[in-house]
């Protein structure tokens, strides 16, 4: 126990810091050199160690808003840092997902479907192009 004081602050900053300091929560991390006892410098995060590969963002908060994030951490047994961003990239994937969704009224599905189903003749534009195209590669 004596070197996780020396790491951590001794007992006053271990019941400060909660279960935050404590060493089971720490088993089985990844190694890196220059990090052999903690994994990574910030922990065991689902991005990359490397600042060269980071960006920050700051935010105020209000405080219940930040003792709820913090609460939420905790549960999950992850650091805060660790909790918000794994949050925000998932309601980002979702925003993205759901603008990325073609989404038709009736009548544009009807006209959708008509179209497959009755394509309209070819305008000349068109039959040029494929003319275009047959010379190009050879097509006969």
Known sequence: M?????????????RELGSAWDPRRWVGRAQKPGFARWGC???NLPYSC???????LEARLPVEVHALLK???EIEGRSLTDFVVEAARDAA???LEQH???QLSLE???RVAQAILNPPEPTAALRRAFNRRRELFGIE
């Open 93 to 95: 994937r979702r925003t």
């Open 50 to 56: 490397s600042m060269a590969e980071s960006a920050r």
């Open 108 to 110: 544009d599905q009807e």
């Open 71 to 73: 609460r939420a951490a």
């Open 41 to 43: 410098a910030y922990g």
């Open 100 to 102: 990325s969704i073609l």
């Open 2 to 14: 004596r070197h996780l004081e020396a790491e951590t602050g001794g007992p006053d900053r271990q």
